[in-house]
């Protein structure tokens, strides 16, 4: 069996249980993924429930410790760079892994790991969920059609990381060009800070729950992310092909070096644009031949 923890936030959990799910099933094998997670800011609570997820053989053994049936321990490599942060580069021979493997995943955001159909298929939101966030938007008055940008933002612990925290800036100007292709364009900021972003933003500024959020990002048509693995795979996965500003050089944005991961592949196949501190658009071709 292959096995994993999830431990972290929900961005963190959605990407753990996708890579050890795809290596287990890519080599024949069975999985066993702790659904309780550990180490994240919900007391525990599972963050994935609305998708009922299959999390494979049983296994209750906690974050920091290996399940009995382990033989081996594959730990994904990062790259650390002299400024002090981490890069999880792109580990191909993942798939190579020998049975009963126990995967210490830190990142997996990389497209390239990844059968889009399959996750597609893992992370469908249950039909009962589903009415009801649909149910959500109709009491909201939330179209979500062409003339609606999402705006994911993300507070919380992010704005003490002056490096993380993408500026108010940031936002603005992504706006800007969603308004510049059409003038009656209106925004919703989906966001786990609500208090903090209705200083900053005179729009609605919600947050209905994990579900309906991801839900939210999931169906929209255009959308301006933040630098928070919580958009990746809903934006990733999202039907309406929709049109995408992300912050140029992800977590370290505000300072212009690539940082945590190849986040930039999963905008491959829906052409993400990518937008700089300087607020200078780039296309995914472009910033696929800085990264190449």
């Known amino acids: ?5 999830l431990t972290g936030n929900f961005g963190d959990h959605i990407m753990r249980y996708a890579l050890c799910r795809s290596v287990a099933e890519k080599n024949g094998y069975k999985w066993a993924i702790n659904p309780i997670p550990s180490h994240d800011y919900y007391g525990g609570k599972q963050q994935l429930d609305f998708f009922h997820l299959d999390y494979g053989e049983p296994n209750s053994y906690p974050f920091g410790t290996t399940p009995p049936w382990t033989t081996r321990v594959w730990i994904e490599q990062k790259y650390h760079h002299d400024e002090g942060y981490d890069f999880y580069y792109y580990q191909p021979d993942v798939f190579d892994l020998p049975d009963n493997t126990h995967m210490v995943i830190s990142c997996g955001a990389d497209s390239r790991y990844y059968d889009k159909e399959k996750i597609r298929e893992w992370f469908t939101i249950g039909e009962k969920e589903e009415r ?3 149910d959500i938007l109709k009491q909201y008055n939330i179209v979500l059609d062409e003339n609606l940008t999402v705006i994911n933002c993300r507070g919380g612990e992010f704005r003490g990381v002056p490096d993380l925290f ?3 800036e940031y936002y603005l100007s992504a706006a800007s060009f969603f308004l510049k292709k059409n003038t009656k364009m209106k925004f919703l900021v989906i966001t786990d800070d609500m208090e903090y972003f209705k200083t900053m933003f005179n729009c609605t500024v919600a947050h209905f729950s994990i579900g309906c959020d991801y839900y939210i990002v999931n169906h ?3 959308l301006i992310l933040s630098n928070s693995g919580f958009a990746i795979m809903p934006t990733w996965l999202n039907r309406e092909k929709p049109n995408v500003i992300a912050p140029k050089y992800w977590a ?3 300072i212009n070096k690539w940082a945590n991961s190849n986040v930039w592949t999963f ?3 829906d052409k993400w644009n990518f937008l700089d501190r300087y607020g200078e658009l780039y296309t995914y071709e472009e910033v696929e031949n800085d990264n190449i």
Request: proline share 0%; no cysteine.
């Open 132 to 134: 009801e966030y649909e």
């Open 220 to 222: 929209t048509k255009n």
């Open 252 to 254: 370290r944005h505000n």
């Open 267 to 269: 905008g491959k196949e």
């Open 1 to 5: 069996m292959i096995s994993t923890n």
């Open 166 to 168: 993408l500026k108010r």
